[in-house]
């Protein structure tokens, strides 16, 4: 037996030993094949990034991080959360400087509890600053980290609230703007220990908006920095898209839109482009509805508009379809496309599938009273979603089956401070929006989860409403609950090391 043969021995013993998947035992028989079906796994690591919350000294923010009951999932592991470096930017030019401001010896927003209950943390004004999670063994499957802020005065007042992200290397977020009265960032976190260089661009209703400030953005390892995009492109617009690549490394990303009068929140990243998108839980208070969709492609985008309600699929008068050019931002006024009933957007194409992405901005209240929110189109629960830090008053759990009728499972967890699990299992008839009366904790202290499980029919999709009268004004923030990820793939194979016996 040679060298190389015994090298490949001793590699794919200690293969075995890492992964726990092969066996050492010689096969039965050479050049059988022994792959098998892919079963599901609980993830071991998942990452997660929290933008900086406010930059107002009157802010309160609430943290609540949340990792479900995994079957087959490790006995022990760790989860944390910890602060970010804050990078240093010019304002006048819109250039970054590449310095961090330095991480601040901050006490950590919370300490994650054991799975199935939620742990809680809070900050106050412009303190808190972004952060850096990882989650590992048994605390890594559907680990979520919600981040809630209110703000009494000010541009951006209201309530405000984002579930913190995955890093990843693309982004979408149709619906920013830099028109007068609003005031645009878009967050960018790096989690790791390199820099990672990015670009963001900006596409109008004519196009790319020229600009060579948002190429080659560097952020630092473990920092985050805020970009004011009216920095990044002359002129004002009402309806942009913004997109974020990144040309090394990977970063969290999430927009934070405020606005002089109609208060602000967070704006996540809308699901891949498509040709179908679905935009779930619009409030049936909702006085004003705006879509912004826009087609990445080289073919132009024709979408059939509708509305997913109580009572099935209806089409708004004045507003049947949406055509987009390719490479341009196009927006619809939908008014208060809801009338006092839950309701889903959903766009289909007309003809050529060319992909979109989309959101809706959506407001309640009338005059001075007036609050904002977002929804992204997002993708279906799938095996399970979860959504953090819910109250026994003001919480609302949207679910839409706007194909198949569909069954979902949906499992309130223990309280934060005490309380007792609860579950119920709904119907949804397809074509239809719900607003279910979603489970509460008996006896319940503090917040809890709410986690929502596809059991039969066709995909489901869903958002949580957060509501909070701030002195008159409706504030509200929306999240949707696409899969968490929780789990993976893994097909199953039996060891054949007769492969490495060979000259």
Not at 92 to 121: C, D, I, N, Q
Not at 194 to 206: H, P, R, T
Not at 439 to 459: C, I, N, W
């Amino acid at each position: 037996m040679n060298r190389t043969t015994l090298s490949l021995i001793a590699g794919a013993t200690a293969l075995a030993a890492v992964t726990g998947f092969a066996s050492l035992n010689a096969p039965a028989a050479s050049g059988d094949n022994t792959a098998k079906a892919a079963t599901q796994q609980p993830v071991e690591r998942t990452s997660l990034l929290c933008p900086q919350p406010s930059t107002s000294e009157i802010a309160e923010t609430s943290y609540t991080s949340y990792t479900p009951v995994t079957q087959g999932a490790a006995d022990s592991g760790k989860a944390e959360l910890q602060a970010a470096a804050v990078e240093s930017a010019d304002s006048t030019s819109g250039k970054k400087t590449g310095k961090k401001t330095g991480k601040k010896t901050v006490k950590p927003a919370l300490k994650p509890a054991e799975p199935g209950k939620p742990a809680t943390g809070d900050g106050s004004g412009a303190e808190p600053p972004a952060l850096v999670g990882t989650a590992e063994g048994k605390f890594a499957p559907g680990w979520t980290v919600q981040e809630t802020t209110a703000v009494a005065a000010g541009t951006g007042r209201g309530l405000l609230g984002t579930n913190c992200t995955a890093p990843d290397t693309e982004f979408w977020f149709p619906g920013v703007s830099t028109a007068t009265g609003r005031t645009d960032y878009v967050h960018l976190t790096n989690p790791d220990d390199s820099a990672a260089v990015v670009d963001v661009e900006l596409y109008g209703k004519d196009g790319t908006l020229k600009s060579t400030v948002g190429e080659g953005i560097t952020v630092q390892p473990h920092a985050s920095e805020p970009i004011l995009l009216s920095t990044l492109a002359s002129g004002q617009q009402t309806d942009l898209t913004v997109h974020v690549t990144v040309r090394s490394g990977r970063v969290g990303a999430a927009v934070q839109a405020l606005d002089d009068k109609i208060g602000g929140d967070w704006l996540a990243a809308s699901t891949d482009p498509a040709g179908s998108l679905v935009m779930p839980g619009i409030p049936k208070d909702a006085t004003a509805v705006r879509l912004v969709a826009f087609a990445p492609g080289d073919q132009d985008a024709d979408l059939k508009v509708r509305l997913a309600s109580p009572s099935g699929l209806i089409t708004p008068a004045g507003n049947e379809t949406l055509h987009v050019k390719a490479g341009m931002t196009a927006a619809a006024d939908l008014g208060d496309v809801t009338r006092g009933e839950a309701g889903s957007l959903v766009l289909t194409s007309t003809g050529t599938s060319a992909p979109v992405v989309a959101a809706l901005q959506v407001v309640r209240g009338k005059g001075s009273k007036q609050e904002m929110a977002f929804i992204p189109a997002t993708s279906p629960v799938g095996g399970r979603a979860t959504a953090a830090d819910n109250s026994s008053k003001g919480t609302t759990l949207a679910l839409s089956a706007p194909g198949q009728s569909a069954q979902v499972k949906v499992t309130a967890s223990a309280g934060s401070e005490g309380g007792t699990a609860a579950t119920k299992t709904y119907t949804i008839k397809g074509g239809t929006t719900q607003d279910v009366d979603a489970p509460v904790p008996a006896g319940l202290k503090g917040t809890y989860a709410l986690t929502v499980e596809s059991v039969s029919g066709g995909p489901v999709y869903a958002s949580r409403t957060l509501a909070s009268a701030q002195e008159g004004v409706p504030g509200f923030t929306i999240q949707t609950l696409p899969d968490d990820r929780g789990t993976v793939a893994v097909p199953e194979a039996d060891q054949d090391l007769s492969v490495l016996l060979k000259k």
